[in-house]
């Protein structure tokens, strides 16, 4: 890498910082030494800028386990900005690594974390910038692995094309028997597709190669058809059963730049066993796995000693839900108070009873608090199992203005099934509440006016929810209902009212139920100029339109169209471990306006045959 070129470069960009390296905590490893010249080279690269890649708490640890390796050095990438890619074209650089600045192209593997559909694109921006082929079919034996993991490989279709392998599960559970197989064929040599055979025999690991997809007449999903006798018939998710003995973060590499989550991130639990039946995490996260709280303890030392942040956040799909919550909360604020360390809870369950904690909280510094009712009437919230009542919400609220909050987020969701226009006007008749709330205190207690964010996003069936079977609704009618709420909403004090934004959901929908096909509708959008298509304002409509046109296919035969309990799914093939006929019977509930209880309350047999093996000792298992 010329050195000079790309520092003239970087005088020329937004933020350059984001393409320095050279932070604090950096893993560096002496390439010159004997044993240099045979570490594995593997580039983690987040298919995002900078400031999001690094608020990843997924990436942080594998770049910890990779490099804890005596054999393997991990080295980061992000995407870069329109200007740093226009920047990169112009002068003929590749895109490269923070840490040695080595172009992503002379690496042994490169491997990405697929968080979420709209990011796809920036994949193949990657990929050109490091002048490897979008096809794995195209690339030559000595091109780089190009490898995924993360939540989007629960449907890895939509990119099976582009990928030589996908891990499914969690990472830490993986990744050290994936580099074992690695770097011993590296160390004895062979084809790659002897590599590939190999890396098929690991739990969790999936080579789209070795499969074909077929589809009916009306140009739906038919089935997967195994190319190799020996492929596996199904790709089994792999699971850390101890979070206590899992490998975590190390030291965190600090940024020079602000990043979206600037601060300690300590995951306390991994799982949810409340069971909305929109949310995937909640579904393919399960069982929940929770630290000791010397653990987490540990842990905070570590990251607060060699950082040097003051805020810490207690990470996980629901924190309120942690066995040891009220113990730990005012323990680690006890713990740091002469640093003034504070703490935040970024996840609350509106029926999670934390005053105690939220008084203790706000005497060090009032972070964010966010609560997520996701529907405005008890009709839908029971449809979606949320398990919560307009009760729990005010009083959660009302605990919130005593401890001396004013500022409070409302998540919501439009577009759930059965929903009806008066399921959206009681998000609005909800936010009045909370209103009347905060301004019925004394305003001597209330403090500065009320700040009340309404939140409302547009419901994407994901894979291995009951509601995978579910149409998004249309564009259209996304638009009229968030108009209905904008109205509704108007007058009421102290409330704000934000969407998002119905294309790039609706896209969100096609590649989350998407197929094979979908790899050259991707690779097209890209060729049409499609880039950081999750940045609204970047969002290119036209070149996604043509993408499809071109290939055939439409957005709507994906997000909008009810598919058959039991038709045949493009993911089938992959084993969540929550079985298919538990979301079958969890989707009828739905339509039944029936509850199912938290997982911890006994157990659901969510996991079929599997459940007393996998939920012994953690929940009274139902036979």
């Not at 119905?502 to 139920?513: K, M, W």
């Not at 493009?570 to 997982?599: G, P, S």
């Amino acid at each position: 890498m010329d050195r000079t070129l790309l520092n003239s470069i970087l005088k020329k960009v937004e933020k350059p910082s984001r393409y320095t390296g050279g932070e604090l905590n950096m893993r560096v490893k002496d390439l010159s030494a004997p044993d240099g010249g045979k570490l594995c080279r593997f580039a983690l690269c987040f298919p995002d800028v900078y400031e999001i890649g690094m608020s990843h708490l997924g990436s942080r640890i594998i770049y910890n386990v990779l490099n804890e390796r005596d054999d393997t050095y991990c080295e980061r990438a992000y995407a870069p900005w329109f200007d740093m890619e226009d920047e990169l074209r112009k002068n003929g650089l590749p895109i490269y690594s923070l840490e040695t600045g080595t172009p992503l192209g002379e690496f042994d593997v490169i491997g990405f974390s697929l968080l979420y559909e709209m990011c796809y694109t920036n994949i193949l921006t990657v990929l050109d910038l490091a002048g490897v082929p979008f096809r794995s079919r195209d690339r030559r034996e000595e091109a780089p692995l190009i490898i995924a993991g993360g939540p989007c490989v629960c449907n890895p279709e939509p990119v099976a094309d582009i990928m030589d392998a996908l891990v499914f599960g969690d990472g830490e559970e993986v990744m050290n028997e994936f580099m074992d197989v690695y770097t011993d064929w590296k160390r004895t040599g062979g084809k790659k597709a002897e590599l590939l055979k190999r890396l098929s025999r690991i739990k969790g690991v999936y080579v789209p190669g070795y499969y074909s997809a077929e589809y009916d007449d009306n140009g739906n999903f038919g089935r997967l058809v195994k190319l190799d006798p020996d492929a596996p018939d199904s790709i089994e998710r792999r699971i850390v059963e101890d979070l206590d003995a899992a490998q975590y973060t190390g030291k965190l590499v600090v940024p020079y730049m602000s990043i979206v989550h600037d601060r300690v991130a300590l995951e306390i639990f991994r799982g949810c066993t409340r069971g909305c039946r929109f949310c995937q995490a909640g579904f393919i996260y399960r069982p929940v796995r929770e630290r000791e709280m010397s653990t987490v303890i540990k842990q905070t030392d570590e990251s607060l000693d060699c950082t040097g942040y003051d805020e810490i956040s207690l990470f996980s799909l629901s924190s309120g839900d942690y066995s040891h919550i009220h113990e730990l909360v005012p323990l680690i604020l006890d713990r740091y108070e002469k640093d003034r360390v504070s703490v935040s809870l970024p996840s609350l369950r509106i029926d999670s009873f934390l005053k105690d904690d939220l008084e203790k909280i706000q005497k060090v510094r009032k972070t964010g608090l966010t609560f997520a009712p996701e529907a405005g009437t008890q009709r839908l919230r029971d449809v979606i199992n949320k398990g919560v009542t307009e009760e729990d919400l005010l009083r959660s609220v009302h605990d919130a203005f005593v401890a001396g909050w004013h500022g409070v987020k409302l998540y919501f969701m439009i577009g759930l099934p059965t929903e009806t226009d008066e399921d959206v006007l009681g998000i609005a008749e909800l936010a009045r509440k909370v209103s009347r709330e905060f301004y019925s205190m004394p305003k001597e207690l209330r403090g500065k006016g009320l700040r009340c964010t309404v939140s409302a996003s547009t419901f994407v069936p994901k894979p291995f929810t009951p509601f995978q079977w579910e149409p998004q609704i249309e564009v259209s009618e996304v638009l009229r209902r968030q108009a209905l709420l904008r109205q509704a909403l108007k007058g009421i004090r102290g409330v704000e009212f934000s969407c998002h934004f119905s294309e790039t959901s609706r896209l969100e929908a096609a590649f989350a139920r998407g197929d094979r096909r979908l790899s050259e509708v991707l690779i097209s959008a890209y060729e049409h100029g499609a880039r950081l298509d999750s940045w609204d304002e970047h969002f290119n409509k036209p070149a996604w339109e043509a993408a499809f046109a071109e290939n055939g296919l439409t957005v709507e035969q994906y997000a909008n169209r009810r598919i058959g309990t039991d038709e045949p799914l493009a993911w089938q093939h992959m084993d969540a471990i929550v079985c298919m006929d538990y979301l079958k019977r969890e989707h009828e509930k739905a339509y039944d306006e029936v509850t199912t209880r938290d997982c911890r309350k006994g157990c659901n047999g969510c996991f079929g045959r599997r459940s007393a093996v996998i939920c012994r000792g953690r929940t009274e298992v139902s036979e």
